[in-house]
């Protein structure tokens, strides 16, 4: 298996509702990634995961909450979102950290909705 | 920390021309430069990639070349197709420090049939 899995494929929720997203690669990779994508602009990282320990959090709103139950499954959950959070969430994934582990291989992202 | 530039924003060519995309990059520690291609709803893929040892790499048509010195990258596509039609994405990142890609501002590149 050569690819990275996210779902849903779409979410619309309201501001005080609670749901996850979820995300699976099977190719072995020990870092695995969140990030936002607003229209016309690039992946903006919000969360770095190497060996199931969160490596990176790029300041990112509590309301946002990632947990790697283990080496293959990535979760994001999301509470209490406000309209501005609607975007493309992408997860990616790649053998080591960027640079030295290389490449990363995204999913097909969620896009969710915020009303 | 890292900064990355992306020109052009928009780039319109005829069917069969060819496409350069330029990227600057601002920390000498980077060493690693990836190329991601994104279609319209789909995800960022990967097209070609380049690290620091290397000045150029070639794929088909596509072609990266590397300037350490001047610090600053290119994608080279020949032969361009209507299917080469999405927006790129340039990025770089460093084996040590904060190792997650920054990513240039992206170009939309336009084939014209």
């Known amino acids: 298996d050569t690819e990275v899995t996210q779902t849903p494929k779409h979410l619309v929720m309201g501001m005080t509702n609670k749901k996850s997203l979820k995300c699976e690669q099977h190719?072995?990779?020990?870092?695995m990634y969140w990030y936002k994508q607003k229209a016309k602009k690039p992946p903006e990282l919000m969360f770095v995961?190497?060996?199931?320990?969160?490596?990176i959090n790029e300041s990112v709103p509590s309301r946002f909450s990632p947990e790697c139950p283990n080496s293959s499954l990535l979760n994001l959950h999301l509470h209490a979102l406000q309209p501005e959070d609607s975007a493309l969430y992408l997860c990616?994934?790649?053998?080591?950290?960027?640079?030295?582990?290389?490449?990363?291989?995204f999913g097909p992202g969620t896009r969710l909705t915020v009303l | 920390g890292e900064n990355v530039e992306q020109h052009p924003s928009t780039l319109s060519v005829q069917e069969g021309d060819s496409a350069v995309i330029k990227c600057t990059y601002s920390?000498?520690?980077?060493?690693?430069f990836p190329w991601y291609k994104q279609e319209l709803g789909k995800r960022p893929q990967l097209i070609i990639d380049?690290?620091?040892?290397?000045g150029e790499k070639k794929d088909q048509r596509i072609a990266v070349t590397l300037n350490k010195t001047a610090k600053h990258f290119s994608l080279h596509i020949t032969e361009t197709q209507p299917e080469d039609s999405a927006v790129y994405f340039c990025?770089?990142?460093?084996?040590?420090?904060?190792?997650?890609?920054?990513f240039g501002s992206g170009t939309r590149l336009q084939v014209q049939p």
């Open positions: 380049i690290r620091s040892n290397v």
């Open positions: 990025a770089a990142v460093q084996d040590t420090g904060r190792r997650a890609l920054t």
């Open positions: 920390d000498s520690a980077s060493n690693y």
């Open positions: 995961y190497s060996y199931e320990k969160l490596s």
């Open positions: 990616a994934s790649s053998h080591g950290l960027a640079g030295a582990g290389g490449t990363q291989y």
């Open positions: 190719m072995g990779h020990r870092a």
